[in-house]
């Protein structure tokens, strides 16, 4: 399994991006998704995280309202659009995804709980 995370880039505040994480290898759907984003100098922090259907989402507080992670199973893929983007914003976005085989609703907000993880992708919003 290999993610491939793109569609970061430098953006003024206010403005939107987003980000695409490609899946390539087995089945995509048994996969409940995440991103996380790291700042230099501080922990990684869970952004968004959706269910292997996608009927269930879950967001960080800082992100709530601005935020919207979807996922397109017939295009191993899933999103994460950012609009209303404040500098805080700033960081490396990784996505994540985990196997999962008894729940459709199930996903996790904890980096410890998956398995793959894509490569990265830059976000600078200036202010």
């Known amino acids: 399994v290999q993610l491939q995370a793109s569609g970061g880039g430098l953006v003024q505040a206010g403005g939107s991006l987003r980000l695409s994480c490609a899946h390539s290898?087995?089945?995509?759907?048994?996969?409940?998704g995440g991103w996380f984003r790291r700042t230099p100098g501080k922990e990684r922090e869970f952004v968004a995280a959706?269910?292997?259907?996608?009927?269930?989402?879950g967001y960080a507080d800082a992100v709530k309202g601005r935020f919207t992670i979807s996922r397109v199973n017939a295009e191993n893929t899933v999103f994460l659009q950012m609009n209303s983007l404040k500098p805080e914003d700033t960081a490396v976005y990784y996505c994540?995804?985990?196997?999962?085989?008894?729940?459709?609703?199930?996903?996790?907000?904890?980096?410890?709980?998956?398995?793959?993880w894509g490569q990265g992708t830059q976000v600078t919003v200036s202010s």
């Open positions: 959706i269910s292997r259907s996608g009927g269930s989402t």
């Open positions: 994540a995804a985990n196997p999962i085989y008894n729940s459709n609703s199930y996903y996790s907000t904890s980096s410890n709980e998956y398995q793959y």
């Open positions: 290898g087995r089945a995509f759907s048994p996969y409940y």
